[in-house]
Nanobody
Framework: QVQLVESGGGLVQAGGSLRLSCAAS????????MGWYRQVPGNERELVAD???????NYAESAKGRFTISRDNAKNTMYLQMNSLKPEDTAVFYC????????????WGQGTQVTVSS
């Protein structure tokens, strides 16, 4: 079992920055891969970025060059630094985790709202 708790969402003006955090507790095996999805009402969740325990990263095209995913394995915490935010980034951001052998997210956080005003 894994518990994931996000923090750091909020309201920011276009062009601003936010840093999301996701604190994990529980199985180390099931947090080998962690990442972020986001969801706008009426749409499916879409992958933003993910990172392996070893530091390998993967980004959606919309996140490349603006967002940076990182993790501190000693603190069991993952981060998403979001710069140059746009109104279209407005969404609920969800942290997830899975083992290296799972294809899809297994554990989810409760979500944190990010709102970017124009």
């Amino acid at each position: 079992q894994v518990q994931l708790v996000e923090s750091g969402g909020g309201l920011v003006q276009a062009g601003g920055s936010l840093r999301l955090s996701c604190a994990a507790s529980g199985s180390t095996y099931s947090t080998n891969v962690m990442g972020w999805y986001r969801q706008v009402p009426g749409n499916e969740r879409e992958l933003v970025a993910d990172i392996s325990r070893g530091g390998s990263t993967n980004y959606a095209e919309s996140a490349k060059g603006r967002f940076t995913i990182s993790r501190d394995n000693a603190k069991n915490t993952m981060y998403l630094q979001m710069n140059s935010l746009k109104p279209e980034d407005t969404a609920v951001f969800y942290c997830y985790s899975r083992s290296s052998f799972d294809v899809r997210p297994v554990y989810w956080g409760q979500g944190t709202q990010v709102t970017v005003s124009s």
